[in-house]
């Protein structure tokens, strides 16, 4: 009986390749081969934290559509796992890396479950967010205490007034087009000295601002804008 391969769901961290943890530098050098998203904005930020570590390895480029057509999103996802699937079959250990962690908004996990649906060994290496890596870069303490953390995508801005009500910090990760319109429902609920953006954290080109006021001063968009909503004190 011929022996399966394993998946590994590698999260290789914000950017910067010193913040790649030790075990996923150790699992991707164990790999056979090595998967890499081939849509979005981090597509070629990932590849370019583990490129020194490839030696030569295969490499699998899987294809994930960003169509608000679930249904094509899906399609992408099982033709995704269908790749790894093969690699999988011949007893290799196949390492498909994304940035931050894999288990926090991240298309790795929709492919891990259909690889374990369809009966195969995986192993997920944690990484570094992109939102502990802002709020260490803006000197933010996330949670203290008893205090409570909420993670908002942006795109639920327009839900966005009742979110804020939660009690305890806010992080609004995956800004894009999404991003002006949480900064004027912030505005307008007075929470402007209260939120801190951070844009290419640990990357060239990193940008801090400490209101939203200092932000649209020289403001930065895009996949890569983290807001922090400091809500200490009240």
């Not at 913040?19 to 996923?24: D, R």
């Not at 192993?123 to 967010?129: D, H, K, Q």
């Not at 949480?182 to 007075?190: C, D, H, I, M, Q």
């Not at 006021?213 to 890569?224: C, H």
């Amino acid at each position: 009986m011929s022996v399966r391969g394993k998946l590994f769901g590698i999260g290789v961290g914000p950017g910067d390749p010193e913040l790649l943890t030790l075990k996923a530098i150790k699992t991707i050098k164990e790999c056979d081969v090595i998967a890499v998203p081939k849509a979005g904005e981090g597509e070629g930020t990932a590849f370019s934290i583990i490129e020194q570590y490839l030696d030569n390895k295969d490499l699998i480029e899987c294809g994930f559509a960003m169509d608000k057509d679930m249904g094509k999103r899906w399609e992408a996802r099982r033709l995704a796992a269908d790749q790894i699937i093969q690699y999988l079959n011949r007893g290799k250990k196949v390492g498909f890396v994304t940035l931050g962690d894999p288990t926090t908004y991240s298309t790795y996990m929709y492919v891990h479950d259909i690889i374990v649906g369809r009966g195969f060994e995986t192993g997920i290496i944690p990484g570094v967010t992109s939102y502990s890596a802002a709020a260490a870069a803006l000197g933010l303490a996330l949670c203290e205490g008893d205090a409570i953390l909420t993670i908002i995508p942006a795109a639920h801005s327009e839900n966005i007034d009742e979110m804020l009500e939660y009690p305890g910090n806010k992080v609004v990760m995956k800004s894009g087009d999404n991003l002006a319109r949480v900064l004027t429902r912030l505005k307008e609920r007075g929470y402007g000295d209260r939120t801190k953006i951070a844009y290419r954290v640990s990357l060239d080109g990193q940008r801090l601002y400490t209101s939203i006021e200092d932000y649209e001063k020289s403001p930065e968009t895009g996949y890569f804008t983290i807001v922090i909503v400091s809500m200490a004190g009240e």
